[in-house]
Structures are given as structure tokens and as C-alpha cells.
């Protein structure tokens, strides 16, 4: 993967978001979907293309497919490590969907449980 590619993949706010709940577990599409409150087609789109560029790997468990930050990449292009870590948490929109990924794993809540947990989300 060049840089040009990876640099014109991350400049999007909600592949940013996507990193910024990626930073410390991965996520099924689902969770994903639940936090950020985005629509699945929405999410999936933004998934698939940081997968293309290998900044996301995926691994399938069962019925869910979970996502997370490939650290190959964050080795070969270390600014990202700086951006995941640093600069993310500074944005608005990332604190608060870091707050609800919090009150999220708070829940209890998981993939296999998310239409039970989505009745008493707000």
C-alpha cells in the first residue's frame, strides 16, 4: 500500500471514527453500527474500504465477522500510531463516541445480543 492511498482512505470523518473505537478492541459490524450510530450500509462501506487498504484486518468468529486495527501497517507508517493515539481523542465526535463505546461495553452487550440491547439505547 503507498501512502498517497492510505493518506486519501483516512481523510474521512467516519473512517476516523471507526479507528478511534478500533483503538483498544476490535468490534463486530454490528457494535460498530450500535456506537456510531450509522446505518450497516454505511459502516460496511467505510469497513471494506480500510480493509482495501489494509489499515483494517477482519477475522470471522462464528456468525460475526470482527474488525480491527492491522499493527503491520501502523509499523510501516508510523504517523498513523500518532493519529490513532493522539490526535482522535481530541475531536468532539470522537469523545463522544468513545463514551458510548464505553457505556456500550459497560452493558454487557455483545454481537450476538445487540437487538435485545438496541431496544434501550437512546
Not at 476490535?26 to 450510530?37: A, N, S, Y
Not at 468532539?92 to 461495553?105: M, N, P, Q, V
Amino acid at each position: 500500500m503507498n501512502l498517497v492511498s492510505v493518506i486519501k482512505g483516512l481523510a474521512d470523518e467516519n473512517r476516523l471514527r471507526i479507528l478511534n473505537i478500533l483503538r483498544e478492541s476490535e468490534l463486530c459490524v454490528g457494535e460498530i453500527e450500535h456506537i456510531l450510530k450509522m446505518t450497516q450500509s454505511n459502516v460496511s462501506r467505510h469497513l471494506t474500504k480500510l480493509c482495501s487498504l489494509e489499515i483494517l484486518e477482519n477475522e470471522k468468529k462464528g456468525t460475526w465477522v470482527f474488525y480491527k486495527i492491522n499493527k503491520d501497517i501502523v509499523s510501516i507508517y508510523p504517523f498513523m500510531k500518532e493519529l490513532i493515539n493522539e490526535e482522535l481523542v481530541k475531536l468532539e465526535i470522537c469523545k463522544s463516541d468513545s463514551k458510548r463505546l464505553l457505556e456500550y461495553k459497560q452493558s454487557g452487550c455483545s454481537c450476538g445480543s445487540l437487538k435485545e440491547c438496541s431496544k434501550y439505547s437512546t
